[in-house]
């Protein structure tokens, strides 16, 4: 009696030994019956590339600016998860030009079923040309309006993910997204927005989820926009939860842009630090923009659960992270 047999799809991630990449490989490697992942860096022999050689992830060198190693990668792929960073090499230029690149690729590989591109929204058209120095939105929203333009057949097996801040950067940037504890024993948390201003939130670790909901659910999720965040909270809320939970004083501090712009300037350049201050200071202006009806939203999707910030907070003591003054 002949089986039905479910053909395993090959799923490349890149940037696999990173955040977005790295939740993505770990995630769907859970379903070797369904998948096969090969997850892509730039060191195939560093020590997160080895922890996932362990789970069962094919690890394999590709950088997204050499377009061979690309292509050696992408040629059986019936799934894409690309992505590119910003933060490595501060140019908005590079940024897009690496983003349309992969496309130019992923469009004329042979087996390609989806791709799901990690996006950010269009600053410029959103603020209507009020907030023009958002680069590394600009960047990668340029590669979204490529595909959807230049690439019409890709477009079709697209999803674009717009990512929020991450809770996780309490954990790795504790000095500027936590409060920090002052001589007198309180805690201070200064921002360059009013306390009350939402902003969109996820746990990162998240992002295999939602690729997962994006691959079972393709007639809701292609050539969609999906504004991917748990909740949309502001830094007073935060700050509140945090005095709760942990026990502590912690007050709030509006910083202008200017005494903004000069803290960050202490380790980027300075158009950087205006890029960083204008992508907060859109949502004091022009509200919660993850909420626009073009963009489907994550928290909506029936079934997907994401963590919360009262789960992040109990599940990671970030007192222990708060710096000292």
Not at 115 to 142: C, M, T
Not at 198 to 203: E, K
């Amino acid at each position: 009696m002949a089986q039905n047999t479910i053909q395993k799809k090959r799923v490349v991630v890149i940037g696999a030994t990173g955040l977005q990449g790295g939740s993505v490989a770990k995630f769907l490697v859970q379903s070797p019956d369904r998948y096969i992942i090969r997850g892509l860096t730039r060191n195939a022999s560093s020590p997160k590339a080895q922890e996932l050689r362990k789970l069962g992830i094919e690890v394999q060198r590709a950088d997204i600016d050499d377009s061979k190693s690309l292509k050696d990668a992408f040629h059986d792929a019936h799934v894409i998860f690309a992505m590119t960073d910003f933060w490595q090499h501060m140019s908005g230029a590079r940024e897009e030009a690496q983003g349309k690149a992969i496309m130019d690729i992923a469009a004329e590989m042979p087996h390609l079923e989806q791709l799901i591109w990690a996006d950010l929204p269009d600053a410029n058209r959103i603020s209507e040309g009020f907030y023009p120095h958002v680069y590394h939105w600009q960047s990668k929203a340029a590669v979204s309006k490529y595909i959807r333009e230049r690439k019409p057949e890709l477009w079709k097996k697209t999803t674009t993910v717009l990512f929020p801040n991450y809770f996780e950067n309490c954990l790795t940037q504790p000095s500027t997204y936590l409060p920090i504890k002052q001589a007198d024993g309180t805690y201070l948390r200064s921002f360059v927005l009013p306390e009350t201003t939402p902003l969109p939130n996820v746990a990162i670790s998240d992002t295999g989820k939602l690729v997962q909901y994006i691959l079972d659910h393709p007639d809701q999720c292609l050539e969609k926009s999906i504004a991917f965040y748990s909740e949309a909270m502001s830094e007073g809320e935060k700050i509140r939860a945090m005095s709760e939970v942990y026990g502590v004083d912690i007050r709030y501090k509006e910083m202008s842009s200017d005494e903004f712009q000069s803290v960050l300037k202490k380790h980027m350049d300075d158009l950087t630090a205006l890029d960083f201050t204008e992508q907060l200071l859109i949502f004091r202006d022009f509200g919660m923009i993850y909420k626009r009806p073009e963009f489907v939203q994550a928290n909506q999707l029936p079934g997907l659960k994401l963590t919360t910030w009262k789960e992040f907070m109990e599940a990671n003591d970030l007192h222990s992270y708060m710096t000292t003054i």
